[in-house]
């Protein structure tokens, strides 16, 4: 905005299929989602930008408040607070529970952050969550690591075909020089 004081961003706030779909239709020009399976959306390309590695936030009465790392066996029976079925990590801590042999009894979907941390605080359930967005969090809540690593790869979506918009060559630029900063 300082660069290009006339410039208007609309910004979509949306799950990753949501956000590729549009893209794929051309509705969007590009978006920060998490890395879609393979050969789901041909027609897009995906820049990684960086991983966001998960823990999980428990109750701080529950019985494994204070063990880190867990084993993910070990929370098979236990009620989960989830991502919705609209979000890719929905399908990256499911595959996580599976592999560790059980499916996760999902007693709440949301994305909204702040309900789910609530939730979890009051005993309805654990959760999965990016490390950096409950570590300074007010809830009263236990973090652990978790033994076998659940990272989210954040990438940025372009079509593969087709000519970006001033506007959005200037993002996509932008984007990419702070993407080369990162490292």
């Known amino acids: 905005y300082r660069q290009y004081p006339g410039v208007?961003?609309?910004i979509v706030?949306?799950?990753?299929?949501?956000?590729?779909?549009?893209?794929?239709?051309k509705t969007i020009e590009m978006a920060f989602v998490v890395m879609?399976?393979?050969?789901?959306?041909?027609?897009i390309s995906f820049l990684h930008l960086l991983d966001d590695d998960y823990v999980l936030a428990l109750?701080?009465?529950?019985?494994?408040?204070?063990?880190?790392?867990?084993?993910?066996?070990?929370?098979a029976h236990e009620n989960f607070i989830f991502h919705p079925a609209t979000d890719r990590m929905f399908f990256l801590?499911?595959?996580?529970?599976?592999?560790?042999?059980?499916?996760?009894?999902?007693?709440?979907?949301?994305?909204?952050?702040?309900?789910?941390?609530?939730l979890i605080s009051a005993g309805m359930g654990i959760g999965f969550f990016p490390v950096?967005?409950?570590?300074?969090?007010?809830?009263?809540?236990?973090?652990?690591?978790?033994?076998?690593?659940?990272?989210?790869?954040i990438v940025?979506?372009?079509?593969k075909e087709g000519v970006l918009s001033p506007v959005a060559a200037k993002f996509h630029s932008f984007v990419l020089n702070w993407a080369d900063s990162l490292n």
Do not use: W
């Not at 706030?13 to 779909?21: F, N, S």
């Not at 879609?36 to 027609?43: C, E, F, S």
């Open 8 to 10: 208007k961003l609309e």
């Open 13 to 25: 706030q949306a799950g990753t299929y949501g956000l590729l779909d549009k893209v794929a239709a």
């Open 36 to 43: 879609p399976g393979d050969d789901q959306y041909p027609d």
């Open 59 to 75: 109750p701080r009465s529950h019985r494994l408040a204070g063990k880190s790392p867990i084993d993910l066996a070990e929370i």
């Open 93 to 118: 801590c499911m595959d996580a529970c599976m592999k560790a042999g059980f499916k996760p009894n999902i007693v709440c979907e949301s994305n909204h952050s702040p309900t789910c941390l609530s």
């Open 132 to 153: 950096e967005k409950i570590e300074n969090t007010k809830h009263d809540i236990a973090i652990a690591r978790i033994s076998q690593p659940l990272k989210k790869d």
């Open 156 to 159: 940025l979506a372009v079509r």
